[in-house]
C-alpha cells in the first residue's frame, strides 16, 4: 500500500510541476532560515559550558550603591578570595585574576601582542584546561613562569619543545615555559592566550599584597563543595565588603560562570537577562519562518482542491477510506517536506560562510553529533506534519456524490481559511518590517547622538616599552606634529572608549561621610580637550602654561553630583591629596552609549600615561598619515610591535549586539517576506487560472488590462491591510518592550508603520500583477470556445 501511495504522491508532483517548486522553494528557504537561526542560539548557548564542574563553579559580582543607582560589576578586591577560601564553609577552590590585557610576549625573533591573563594556581582547578604539555599540579606556584596555549607555543618555537624554554614579557623579564594547554575555545568568556602566575602580578604591584578592599581589581572565581552550600555561601558573600570595611555601600553575590555571556545584564543589583533576549527573539523568528513556510503549503493544496476533488471522489467511491487518503496526502507532505530539506541543506552549506563573515563566527555542522541529526529529522518531520495536516483532513472530507455531480469545493469554508492563512503570513511579514526599521532607527540615533569629543579622525597609539617616559612621549609628540600627519597630540591613561578605573576616593567640603558616589577617573596631559574635541565649558584645560601638578577637570556629571555651584578653582581632595579644579567640561561618554555620562575626573599626569592620542591632518591623505605615524612609532620603539586604532571604529564595537539583530532581522526578515511572496504567487497564479473565464468575458465586454489587474489584486490588498491593522499594535507593543530598556530611545513615530504599509503593498501588487498578466494578455477565445 506505501509503495502504491508513494508512485502517487510522486505522480501528482510530478504533473504539477509549478506548485511542486514554490511549494519546495518556500520549505526549503523556511527550513534552511530555521537551521541557520537554530544554529547560531545553539553556539551562544554553548558559551562557557566547557568545564567538568561548571555547574558549581561561580563569580562574584559587586553591588555598588552610588551616585543614586546600583551598579553590578565582575570586579572586585584582589584580598576577597582568600577572605571566601579561609571563612565561608561550602567552598573548594577560590581563585583571583586580572581581566585579559594585551602584553607583548617575545622568543629569538618572534615578537606577538597577546592576551594575558593573571591568575592563582587555583584558577586551573576551577577551569579545567586541557594540558597538552606540564604538570597542572604545580603550574603556576612559581613567580617567573608562563603557561602558553597550543597556537601560541607554535607561534613562538614551531615545532620545537617549549617545555623549559626561556621568553620574554614585555621586552622586560624572563619567563619559562612550564606548560602548554589547548586553546580557548570561540565560545568561552574568558580569553586568554597565555597565564601568568598571580605572584609575578605582585611582583610588579606590590600594592596588590595590602588587604585594600577600596579598590576592585580582578576577577574572583569560587567553585562551591557542593550546590547545596549556595544558599548559604551567597548569604555569606552579602556582608562581605562590610565586614572588612567600615564604610562601604558594595553587597557581593554569586553569579553562575556558565550564565557569565548569557546573563550579563543587571538592574538593582539583580540578574534581568542579557544576550539571552537576543536569542530568545532569533528562535522566535526562526519557528515563525518555518511556519510561515508551513502555511504556504497550507494555501496552496487547499486551493488546488477543486482539482483534486474528483480524484478523491473517485477513490472513496471505490472502497478507499477517509483515513487511507490522510495518509495519502500526508505522505504526499512528507515527501516534499524531505525533498525541502534536501534544497534546506544545500543552501545551508553555500550561505554558513557567508553568515560567519557576517556573524564573526564560525558556525560548522557537526555531522558526527547525534542532536545535529535528531533536530534535522525532527524538523523535517514537524514542517510535514504541520504543513501537510489541515489539507489532508480538509481533502479527505469531501463527499464523493457531491464532488462528483460537479460540487464546488472551493466554498466559503476553503476560501475562508485560506484568507485567513494569507492575513497570519502578511501580519508577521508587516511585523517584522516595522521591527527591523525600529531597530535601524534606535542604531542611528544613538550612533549619531554627541558623546562629549569628535571622534571622526581620532587615532589611539599603545604607549609602552620606551614611550611610557615622558621625555620619550614628548619627544614623539614633536615629531609626529612635524611630520604633518596629525594637527594635534595629547596623551591619555588609557583608550577613549575603555571604562573601568573607578574610585570613591574623591572628598570635598560638604560631603557626609556616609555619602559614596563613583568617579570615572582618568589621567591626561597637555591639549587633551583641544585634541579631542571635548568641549570646556568653563575655566581651561591643561597647559604647559601653567603648573598643573596638583589641577584636575571635571565633567557636568561630576559638578551636579558634587553640589559645587562655581567649581572653578574649588579645592577637593583625592586620597587625601588637595586638587584645585581648573576646568569643567561637557559629558564625555566612554562607557555604554545607551547611558547617561558617569561622574569622571581627569588629572594631569604624565607618569599615568598608556596611550597617545592624535587627530589626523584633514589636509593630508588618510593611508599617508597613518603611514607616516607607524614609520616613527616603529622607529622610536623598535621592540614593540606598533598598535593604534582608529577611535570612531572602536566606538562602533559597542554597537555590536544591536546590528547584529538588525542584520539578522534584516536579512530572515527579508525571507520570510519572499517566502511569503512564493506563497502569494501561487495563489495568484491559480485564482487566475479559476478566473480564467471570467477574465475573458470581461475583455469582450469592454474591461481593459488596469481594471481587470485591480480587479485580481483587490481581494489580495484587502487581506495585506487586515494583516497590516493586525500586526501594528503587536509590533508596537514588542518595540516599546524593546526600547525601555535604553535610557536614550527614540519616540516611536509614524514612519515604520508607513514603510510597513507601503512595502507589503507594493509587494502584494507587483507579485499578484506580475502573475496576472500572463491571464490578461491571453485570447478570451481560447478560454470561451467551448461554452
Request: contains cysteine; positive net charge; proline residues 3%.
Amino acid at each position: 500500500m506505501f509503495k502504491l501511495n508513494f508512485k502517487i504522491a510522486l505522480r501528482n508532483l510530478w504533473k504539477n510541476k509549478v506548485f511542486t517548486l514554490i511549494n519546495i522553494g518556500g520549505l526549503g528557504i523556511g527550513l534552511a532560515s530555521c537551521l541557520i537561526l537554530l544554529l547560531y542560539v545553539a553556539y551562544e548557548m554553548s558559551y562557557d559550558q566547557q568545564f567538568t564542574h561548571q555547574e558549581k563553579t561561580y563569580m562574584a559580582i559587586d553591588n555598588l550603591t552610588a551616585n543614586g543607582q546600583t551598579t553590578s560589576w565582575p570586579w572586585t578586591p584582589a584580598p576577597m578570595a582568600r577572605e571566601i577560601r579561609d571563612k565561608i564553609p561550602g567552598v573548594a577552590y577560590t581563585s583571583h585574576s586580572t581581566f585579559p590585557e594585551n602584553i607583548l610576549i617575545s622568543y629569538q625573533h618572534n615578537n606577538f601582542k597577546k592576551s594575558a591573563v593573571y591568575a592563582e594556581p587555583d584558577f586551573l582547578k576551577i577551569l579545567d584546561y586541557k594540558f597538552i604539555r606540564g604538570n597542572p599540579a604545580t603550574a603556576l606556584q612559581e613567580v617567573n613562569t608562563v603557561i602558553l596555549t597550543e597556537t601560541l607555543a607554535k607561534s613562538l618555537f614551531g615545532n620545537e619543545d617549549p617545555i623549559n624554554k626561556t621568553v620574554r614579557l614585555g621586552n622586560a623579564e624572563d619567563l619559562k615555559v612550564e606548560a602548554v594547554i589547548e586553546d580557548i575555545p570561540l565560545n568561552n568568556s574568558i580569553r586568554f592566550d597565555y597565564l601568568l602566575p598571580w605572584a609575578l602580578n605582585e611582583k610588579h604591584n606590590p600594592s596588590l599584597q595590602e588587604l585594600n578592599w577600596k579598590s576592585n581589581v580582578c576577577m574572583t572565581l569560587i567553585q562551591l563543595k557542593d550546590n547545596q552550600f549556595f544558599n548559604q555561601v551567597n548569604s555569606q558573600m552579602k556582608g562581605i565588603y562590610k565586614r572588612n570595611r567600615t564604610i562601604s555601600s558594595s553587597e557581593a553575590f554569586l553569579h553562575p560562570v556558565s550564565k557569565m555571556h548569557l546573563y550579563d545584564k543587571f538592574e538593582n543589583g539583580k540578574s534581568t537577562g542579557g544576550k539571552i533576549d537576543q536569542l530568545r527573539i532569533f528562535l522566535v523568528l526562526a519557528f515563525c519562518i518555518l511556519l510561515i513556510a508551513c502555511v504556504n503549503f497550507m494555501n496552496l493544496s487547499t486551493a488546488r482542491s477543486e482539482k483534486r476533488a474528483k480524484e478523491v471522489g473517485v477513490r472513496k467511491a471505490i472502497g478507499s477510506s477517509r483515513k487511507s487518503l490522510i495518509s495519502q496526502f500526508m505522505l504526499e507532505s512528507m515527501l516534499l517536506a524531505f525533498i525541502g530539506m534536501l534544497v534546506a541543506f544545500t543552501l545551508l552549506e553555500l550561505s554558513l560562510p557567508y553568515f560567519n563573515g557576517l556573524l564573526n563566527l564560525n558556525l560548522v555542522i557537526n555531522y558526527k553529533d547525534w542532536k545535529f541529526w535528531s533536530t534535522l529529522i525532527s524538523l523535517t518531520l514537524l514542517t510535514g506534519f504541520i504543513a501537510g495536516s489541515y489539507p489532508a483532513f480538509y481533502l479527505s472530507s469531501f463527499e464523493p456524490v457531491k464532488v462528483l455531480k460537479g460540487f464546488n469545493t472551493a466554498g466559503n469554508s476553503s476560501l475562508s481559511i485560506r484568507k485567513i492563512l494569507v492575513v497570519i503570513q502578511f501580519t508577521f511579514a508587516a511585523c517584522l518590517i516595522v521591527c527591523t526599521a525600529v531597530i535601524y532607527q534606535q542604531l542611528n540615533y544613538v550612533r549619531n547622538k554627541p558623546i562629549g569629543y569628535n571622534k571622526a579622525g581620532l587615532v589611539a597609539i599603545s604607549a609602552e616599552g620606551k614611550l611610557r617616559t615622558k621625555s620619550q612621549l614628548l619627544l614623539i609628540k614633536d615629531q609626529l606634529l612635524k611630520s604633518g600627519a596629525v594637527t594635534d597630540v595629547t596623551y591619555f591613561s588609557q583608550s577613549l572608549d575603555e571604562g573601568g578605573n573607578n574610585t570613591s576616593d574623591f572628598s570635598w567640603a560638604g560631603k557626609k561621610l556616609t555619602d559614596v558616589f563613583i568617579f570615572n577617573y582618568r589621567q591626561a596631559g597637555y591639549d587633551f580637550t583641544k585634541t579631542t574635541g571635548a568641549k570646556i565649558l568653563s575655566g581651561r584645560d591643561f597647559s604647559p602654561k601653567y603648573q598643573d601638578s596638583a589641577t584636575i577637570i571635571m565633567n557636568e556629571a561630576a559638578v551636579k553630583i558634587m553640589g559645587l555651584k562655581k567649581p572653578v578653582g574649588t579645592v577637593i581632595k583625592y586620597a587625601g591629596q588637595p586638587l584645585t579644579i581648573i576646568g569643567v567640561m561637557e559629558d564625555f561618554v566612554m562607557e555604554s552609549p545607551y547611558k547617561s555620562a558617569e561622574p569622571m575626573a581627569i588629572s594631569y599626569n604624565m607618569e599615568e600615561i598608556n596611550t597617545i592620542i592624535a587627530r589626523l591632518n584633514p589636509n593630508q591623505n588618510v593611508s599617508s598619515s597613518v603611514s607616516k605615524i607607524d614609520n616613527i612609532v616603529k622607529m622610536m620603539n623598535p621592540d614593540f610591535p606598533v598598535e593604534r586604532h582608529f577611535a570612531d571604529e572602536s566606538f562602533d564595537m559597542k554597537f555590536q549586539n544591536e546590528k547584529l539583530l538588525g542584520t539578522l532581522s534584516n536579512w530572515f526578515g527579508g525571507f520570510a517576506i519572499f517566502i511569503s511572496c512564493l506563497g502569494l504567487l501561487g495563489l495568484a497564479l491559480f485564482m487566475a487560472e479559476q478566473r480564467k473565464r471570467e477574465i475573458s468575458i470581461r475583455k469582450v465586454l469592454g474591461a481593459n488590462n488596469l481594471n481587470i489587474i485591480t480587479l485580481l489584486n483587490k481581494d489580495f490588498i484587502k487581506l495585506v491591510a487586515i494583516g497590516n491593522l493586525i500586526a501594528f499594535p503587536v509590533a508596537y507593543i514588542i518595540i516599546n518592550n524593546w526600547l525601555a530598556s535604553y535610557s536614550f530611545r527614540i519616540s516611536i513615530s509614524v514612519l515604520p508603520f508607513a514603510i510597513a504599509t507601503g512595502l507589503s503593498l507594493f509587494i502584494t501588487i507587483l507579485t499578484v500583477s506580475l502573475q496576472s498578466v500572463k491571464v490578461i494578455r491571453s485570447n478570451p477565445v481560447d478560454a470561451l470556445k467551448y461554452e
